[in-house]
């Protein structure tokens, strides 16, 4: 953003970066690709003061994270060319030989990033990964830098530090290795603090400690933070400034409360549109989600939708009492060592024209349910009905038929598609196999389904590489209908997209759920598309349904204690709330793996208020 | 949001044949590995009209000759024109280097997919002969079951064929294993697909790039060995000439002529080296996932 | 860690008994007639009988096995058929050849693969790495018996500078005579491990930690060697014992260029000579080298990857 454009300018222009611990001023930075030169990033400009968090917002490809690393100067000095002016404190960097450019990194600014597992060294402990930035610095040396090392493992939460210090990366969880990289960071007490995605990864309530962490220690030592981030939520949650950038632009620059109360860009509106607002959502069941034509700039307002649920008669999809568990191999000769208990006594219904979220953090089971319910995978005991009929009790052939009425949609749509089969051949495929009629037939479905999820008919030669991640997702759900099915399992089938597209093929599968009355069964962890998507949701932990019921309900007035946490973890856009420091159970996600002879408790449910089932929790919850 | 533009679709990307085109014509390396490799093929097929003499051909009057107009490469210790030996020569090394990889490919694939599709008791039964057999370098391999079965045409062609057979068992184990774990696979399972054919349809091509690109680098291998079992001499017999026991020959006669060992060894390398190189353009541009 | 290294080496027993129970079943079922195979097609029927009376062969094939796999056991391999030696006096007297010539050859490699592979690495696309590619490219394609070949006509008959043949006695005319042999094998090596460690120091210098390293304001010889050489290296490690073993079967042919003793050699002479009861003992040494270092392989990636450790 130059300083004279229409944007933000009453904040940057007055203090033009006098004081400021970064003051970065019409940055430029271009790669060399095969075709000359290209620039990634046109011209953004903005300061950060001591104890400031600046956002910045963008989806993949705006140039968010080329930004950071623009900054850090660690782009491939060969590959790249970086234009403008940064200044951490009045100090130009951009002109700084690599060496003095050295002797700021790691001391001035420390950085993380996105994949704490990738970022960190395999071969060597985390103690010395630590203990490496103080010695290049001549902050400690030997035992005081390992002595030191176990004081910031310490300071960033980590239990029993001190043993820590010998583990490797690959026995710590994902929240405990961006702890690790936090402490590294802040080692030798840098004035910025440069955060590249650095929750993206981890699960809602492990983001939720990591965000506060970083506060804390902000707070504590008075640095900036520079935070890029593709999420709203978390931009309210910690940014006093946000800076919204897209293609490479600054689109919006201003205070996080102006951008969340009256922001001027249909994109940045959009931008907070897709953030959960957890119970305080319409109460007509699913809206749409308000999308922007990119010609236009006109935002279209979600739309009233009617109601899809068919109330009466018997579910088309019953589940009573799932379970499956995997063995874990032990040694040679031994039995197991012990077993993930991936779904215990899991039931719900699913009526016509009905969405079901089953929503939780990795490893609750919710996955394994909804493929234990295609039978990619054999439960060990339950019953799964379809309109009335047992599909475990049925043989294979029989099954096979079946399978026209339950039908999935898998997360990645790049991996979704068979890359050597044209996208018609792909819709055709189940048509052809259960022999619903001719081949010119089959054809014929196939470029009628592409149209009705909003592709056009003269695409079907056409293979998949050809496609973006939401054409493709979009092929995966007109091959799904191609059997005209009756419940769809979406397993994180959105998840894998970005803000804007996500927005779009949700709102195409309630299109889709009005026109042929599908019920979906919405496997997700993201709060915002559930609470956009769903009549009723379940919520899963550790391989159990704790709470069921409609979204607001559920969302809106959290009964369980792990509802309330997982609640309370989700970002929402509201700026005024990140002033507090809210206490946050630093607890890890437990893990579903029990001892071979583990016998699971009998569970009770009670009715919170009408349709809304809550089980009732045991000792293990009592604080 | 940004409405998605889901009018617009990428270009089509080019064809594999199209890709090894460009690769085989578009480096200058490359390209001159390809010209050596055509030039030894036509001189392997037209080798009865190139060579100046019968390279079987004995004569007393001229053993151990150094080169001459007479004999452009000159003779060995029985008195054979060297060029037509080594003309007739790479007819044994390029047949072997394309049969057994080939023939090992086609083996090897279908054993690897077998155990990796179906998995369970076949593929423990399977993995671990392969995972036994892997443990040996593969020209090791070649000595050892030479060493036990003998020379010959199709002995050579068998044991090579063997010593390939694991390694295309594994890679198209492994690669059916992740293959079998992609979505489209499991939508085709969800979808009531049978067996048969999604192996057909949704495995196997899927699973050809490696594979092919493989059969490529292996042809260099096969050369290598054929070159070693016959130098060992329980490759290619005596008379008929190869170009392993060619440098046999010349080595048995050290005070005479060098030029049987440089001319053959020469067109081992060259051979060698060009397949290699072709080999390596392959696998990069069907196989970017092990491309160094 | 201790337990896994006794389940590697539990693992290795069956393997063991597998490479006895093929090396058997080649032996004695796929070329036919084992006696007529070694005294030819012109053999009489009494010259063929006694045969079979000396080698075991004219009982069942499952006592055969027995007595095959009691052999193995007690070490009693059998006597040759051309020298009535015991064949077990026969590989020891020529094991040490060849595992000298084998540790010198992949010593001279190392000292010069990786160090090169490194150059290339950290100069990439420029000459130093050019030329690396150069010789890589030479070395993957020249077979070893062909340079051997070269370097003994070269150095040894023209020049006289190395001996022609055999392999020497006190400790300088040992190294006199292993210097060739050994550089024809390195040679080999060295362009495998030198490519090997370009890839993998390549593929590590782009990895995220790398890039944490950076972040972390070091110099680049710490980034390229601390963080980079050593997460290269585990590849790099397999790559020694895939070369160790390459090195081994190697050693055949360059035994017979350069007219040594050797493990390869005694193989090689007895096919010739049709000499069963060798053939079935140098097969066995080979097969059990090659069990041997793969063990070797396993336990050396226990001890470099922390990762291995818990599983």
């Given amino acids: 953003m130059h300083a004279t454009s229409a944007v933000g300018t009453e904040r940057v222009a007055p203090k033009a970066g006098q004081g400021s611990v970064l003051s970065v001023r019409d940055l430029k930075t271009s790669f060399l690709t095969s075709r000359g030169w290209v620039e990634i990033v046109n011209g953004i400009s903005f300061d950060i003061d001591a104890e400031e968090t600046l956002a910045v917002v963008g989806e993949s490809g705006s140039g968010k994270s080329v930004t950071a690393l623009s900054i850090m100067r660690l782009l491939d000095p060969e590959m790249s060319r970086v234009e403008g002016s940064v200044r951490l404190a009045d100090r130009e960097l951009l002109t700084l030989s690599p060496a003095e450019m050295r002797s700021v990194r790691g001391l001035q600014m420390g950085m993380i990033f996105q994949e704490a597992m990738t970022s960190l060294n395999p071969l060597q402990t985390v103690g010395k990964q630590i203990a490496e930035v103080l010695t290049i610095h001549d902050r400690y040396s030997g035992q005081a830098a390992m002595k030191e090392a176990e004081r910031l493992l310490d300071r960033v939460r980590i239990p029993a530090a001190a043993s820590r210090l010998n583990d490797y990366p690959h026995s710590l969880s994902g929240g405990m290795r961006q702890r690790v990289m936090i402490a590294m960071a802040l080692a030798c007490k840098p004035r910025l603090l440069i955060a590249d995605e650095p929750t993206t990864a981890l699960d809602v309530t492990i983001q939720a400690q990591i965000l506060q962490l970083i506060k804390q220690l902000q707070k504590e030592e008075g640095m900036g933070v520079l935070f890029i981030t593709h999420d709203m939520g978390v931009v309210a949650e910690v940014a006093d400034r946000t800076v919204v950038m897209l293609e490479g632009r600054a689109v919006e620059s201003d205070t996080t409360e102006a951008i969340f109360e009256r922001a001027r860009n249909g994109y940045t509106r959009a931008l907070i549109a897709a953030v959960p607002k957890l119970g305080q959502g319409s109460e007509n069941g699913p809206q749409h989600f308000p999308t922007l034509d990119r010609k236009t700039g006109i935002v279209a307002a979600a739309r009233e939708r009617p109601d899809t649920v068919r109330r009466e008669g018997e579910p088309v999809l019953s589940v009573r009492n799932l379970v499956k568990r995997f063995d874990i191999p032990g040694g040679l000769f031994s039995g197991p060592s012990g077993r993930v208990h991936a779904v215990e006594k899991v039931s719900f219904d699913l009526r016509g024209g009905e969405t079901l979220a089953l929503v939780g953090e990795s490893g609750c089971g919710k996955s394994t349910t909804g493929r234990a319910i295609m039978r990619l995978i054999e439960p060990q005991s339950g019953e799964i009905s379809i309109e009335g009929t047992d599909i475990r009790a049925l043989d294979k052939e029989r099954m096979r038929d079946m399978r026209r009425h339950i039908q999935m949609i898998f997360q990645d749509p790049y991996a979704s598609l068979n890359p050597r089969i044209s996208i018609g051949d792909a819709i055709a495929e189940p048509f052809l196999t259960h022999k619903l009629g001719t081949k010119a037939q089959a054809r014929e479905k196939a470029m009628d389904l592409l149209e009705r999820v909003g592709l056009s008919a003269d695409m079907a030669s056409r293979f998949p590489s050809q496609f973006s991640g939401g054409q493709r997702q979009r092929i995966c759900i007109a091959r799904a209908l191609s059997l005209e099915p009756k419940v769809i399992v979406a397993d994180e089938s959105v998840s894998a997209l970005d803000v804007s597209i996500k927005a779009q093929v949700v709102n195409l599968m309630m299109d889709l759920q009005e026109q042929f009355g599908l019920s979906y069964l919405f496997i997700s962890h993201d709060m915002a598309v559930v609470e956009r998507i769903s009549h009723q949701v379940a919520v899963m932990y550790l391989g159990e349904i704790v709470e069921c019921g409609p979204v607001r309900a559920v969302f809106g007035n959290p009964q369980h204690p792990y509802t309330k946490r997982l609640m309370a973890a989700v970002p929402v856009p509201d700026p005024s709330r990140r002033k507090q420091l809210r206490p946050v159970n630093n607890e890890e996600v437990k893990s579903p793996i029990r001892p071979v002879d583990y016998v699971p408790p009998v569970r009770e449910y009670r009715e919170a208020s009408p349709a809304h089932i809550v089980q009732v929790w045991g000792d293990d919850w009592k604080v | ?88 020569g790479s007819r044994n090394s390029l047949l072997f280097g394309f049969i057994s990889p080939v023939l090992a490919a086609i083996f090897g694939t279908l054993l690897g997919v077998i155990a990796g599709y179906f998995g369970g008791i076949i593929d423990r039964l399977i993995s671990r002969v392969i995972d036994l057999l892997l443990a040996f370098p593969e020209l090791l391999l070649a000595i050892l079951i030479a060493a036990v079965l003998g020379g010959g045409f199709w002995n050579i062609i068998a044991v090579i064929t063997v010593a390939f057979i694991p390694g295309f068992a594994r890679v198209a184990r492994a690669q059916t294993l992740s293959v079998k774990q992609e979505p489209y696979v499991e939508a085709a399972i969800a979808v009531g697909v049978r067996t048969p054919i999604i192996i057909v349809r949704h495995i196997i091509p899927n699973i050809m790039a490696p594979i092919v690109a493989l059969m490529t680098l292996w042809v260099a291998s096969a050369i290598r060995i054929e070159a070693s079992l016959s130098f060992l001499g329980i490759g290619t017999r005596a008379p008929n000439p190869s170009w392993g026991n060619i440098i046999r020959d010349g080595l048995n006669s050290l005070f005479g002529s060098p030029w049987p060992i440089i001319g053959a060894g020469v067109a081992i390398t060259l051979v060698v080296l060009s397949f290699n190189l072709v080999g390596d353009a392959i696998r990069d541009a069907l196989d970017p996932s092990t491309a160094r | 860690m201790a337990r896994y290294l006794l389940l590697r080496l539990g693992d290795a027993i069956p393997t063991l008994f597998l490479v006895l129970t093929l090396v058997f079943v080649a032996m004695r079922i796929l070329p036919g007639d084992p006696a007529l195979a070694a005294l030819g097609d012109a053999a009489l029927p009494e010259q063929l009988a006694e045969f079979r009376e000396r080698m075991g062969l004219n009982v069942p094939l499952w006592q055969q096995y027995f007595n095959f796999l009691g052999g193995v056991l007690t070490l009693d391999l059998g006597r040759s058929l051309l020298s009535n030696t015991p064949v077990l006096t026969l590989i020891a007297q020529n094991l040490p050849y060849t595992i000298e010539l084998t540790m010198a050859a992949m010593l001279m490699g190392i000292v010069a693969g990786i160090p090169l592979g490194v150059v290339a690495a950290t100069n990439r696309n420029k000459t130093p790495d050019t030329g690396v590619r150069l010789f890589s490219l030479i070395g993957y394609a020249i077979p070893d018996f062909f340079l051997g070949a070269l370097l003994l006509i070269t150095f040894s008959l023209n020049m006289g500078w190395f001996p022609i043949n055999g392999a020497g006695t006190d400790f300088v005319s040992r190294v006199h005579h292993i210097f060739l042999p050994a550089l024809t094998l390195a040679f080999v090596k060295a362009a495998f491990l030198g490519r090997l460690t370009r890839t993998s120091l390549l593929e590590v210098l782009g990895k995220d930690y790398v890039r944490t390293a950076r972040a972390k304001g070091a110099k680049e010889n710490r980034v390229i060697y601390q963080h980079g050489l050593r997460n290269a290296m585990l590849p790099v490690s397999t790559g020694l014992g895939l070369s160790l073993l390459s090195t081994l079967s190697g050693s055949v042919a360059v035994e017979l260029v350069f007219n040594r003793p050797g493990i390869g050699r005694l193989l090689i002479d007895a096919i010739a000579e049709r000499d069963y009861a060798v053939i079935q003992g140098g097969v066995l040494v080979f097969a059990g080298f090659v069990v041997l270092i793969n063990l070797l392989m396993d336990l050396v990636y226990v001890v470099i990857d922390p990762r291995v450790r818990v599983k």
């Avoid at chain 2, 998605?4 to 679709?9: G, K, P, Q, S």
């Avoid at chain 2, 990428?10 to 390209?31: H, N």
């Avoid at chain 2, 190139?50 to 210790?77: F, V």
């Fill in chain 2, 1 to 88: 949001m940004i409405a998605e533009e889901t009018a617009r679709v990428l270009p089509a990307e080019p064809s594999a044949l199209e890709k090894v085109r460009k690769i085989l014509f578009g480096r200058l390396d490359t390209m001159l590995a390809t010209g050596i490799i055509v030039v030894f093929v036509l001189i392997a097929v037209l080798a009865p009209f190139l060579a100046p003499y019968d390279p079987l051909a004995q004569s007393i009057l001229k053993i151990n000759r150094l080169p001459s107009s007479e004999n452009w490469l000159g003779t060995d210790q029985f008195g054979r024109d060297v060029l037509s030996r080594l003309i007739y």
